[in-house]
């Protein structure tokens, strides 16, 4: 069967018009969101926080934003959550818990952060340096992969949305680990982002003069996404799955690109790879298999909460290329999110994510 869920669709759209907070305005998900959000019939936006920028309106911190009528930026504690319907949490990883754990039991949450994405709170801890904050809710938390999870989705009140890697990368291996196609074993993913990932805080190795006209590899074996990717592959696969994963910085603003390296069951080839996930996405409204041979490209899903993949030859016997691209501030978060709302709220996905990709 095609798919991975049924999309759930609600007849009633104006019904649900949520009165909206995003918290971490002034960050780069943050501003994604709220430029998403420009013609989404279900969200109100009725306060953005930004402690450091508090009091000001957001077109001092983003003017392409300022022609919007938006409430001007707030501290977390001036927002009243008594009036809010649905928050989006784009602050920085380990700073979210204890803000989610102090919201009203009626506010329907999407966290951006890394925060509720482990179901292991010790392996939260050995990755992240610290007892979780919030472990009650951490079990409540729903992985916002929407291709995989949306009856639970449908039905959730926390939604931890993944990160801009793990959804690059389990997109394409996910179908082919559920269908024993592949060794879990032998998997190793090579996978480049552009500088927004490092977010908008001000950092030495995000300095132009530091990235500008270079390549270079990060994290390299104990990344923080390594934890959430094995997560998933292993639920996918039924056994436990260890991969070899390394990020890499490329100096563009915005794009991500995985390449994965597999090796085939005995019996296995590549056209029944390919067939694997073209049977996964084919309903699918933002994954693609594109047509054979055409290599994906971030170009081709900037700005778009689409993914693109295909499968090629590996010159070593047995074995597949595969290779995946997202918008990192798109399908890798801020898109992703309102996906995932959509999902909560019983709107068509699509909604407020039909722009098409920013060529040239």
Not at 62 to 67: D, K, Q, Y
Not at 318 to 329: F, Q, R
Request: with cysteine; hydrophobic share 40%; proline share 7%.
């Amino acid at each position: 069967m095609a798919g991975f869920g049924l999309r759930f669709v609600t007849n009633n759209p104006k019904d649900l018009v949520q009165r909206t907070a995003i918290l971490g305005a002034s960050g780069y998900t943050g501003a994604e969101l709220i430029r998403l959000m420009r013609g989404h019939p279900a969200f109100d936006i009725k306060a953005i926080t930004a402690d450091r920028q508090a009091g000001k309106p957001m077109a001092a911190v983003f003017p392409h934003l300022g022609i919007d009528d938006l409430p001007p930026l707030v501290t977390l504690d001036e927002v009243d959550f008594g009036t809010i319907d649905m928050v989006f949490c784009a602050l920085p990883h380990g700073t979210t818990q204890e803000v989610i754990a102090r919201l009203p039991d009626s506010v329907r949450i999407v966290d951006l952060s890394a925060d509720f994405r482990l179901t292991n709170k010790a392996v939260y801890e050995e990755w992240y340096g610290k007892p979780h904050a919030a472990p009650e809710l951490q079990g409540q938390a729903v992985y916002g992969l929407t291709e995989f999870h949306r009856p639970a989705l449908a039905m959730a009140r926390l939604v931890a949305n993944p990160g801009c890697y793990p959804t690059a990368s389990l997109l394409p291996l996910l179908p082919l680990l559920r269908d024993r196609l592949i060794e879990p074993a032998d998997i190793v993913i090579d996978a480049k982002s552009g500088v927004s990932g490092a977010g908008r805080g001000a950092k030495l190795g995000s300095l132009f003069a530091e990235v500008a006209e270079g390549l270079q590899p990060y994290g390299v074996g104990h990344h923080r996404h390594m934890p959430e990717i094995e997560q998933e592959l292993s639920a996918a696969a039924g056994e436990p799955v260890r991969t070899s994963f390394t990020p890499h910085l490329v100096p563009m603003n915005r794009g991500m690109l995985a390449t994965c390296y597999v090796s085939f069951k005995p019996g296995i080839d590549r056209q029944q790879l390919r067939a694997s996930l073209v049977e996964a996405y084919g309903n699918e409204p933002f994954v693609h298999v594109l047509d054979e041979a055409v290599i994906p490209s971030t170009r081709q899903v900037r700005g778009t909460n689409h993914c693109f993949i295909n499968v090629f030859d590996d010159r070593r016997e047995g074995g597949a290329i595969i290779t995946s691209v997202i918008d990192n501030l798109v399908k890798g978060a801020s898109g992703q999110a309102i996906q995932n709302a959509n999902v909560m709220l019983g709107l068509d996905e699509i909604t407020g994510l039909t722009d098409g990709a920013l060529i040239p």
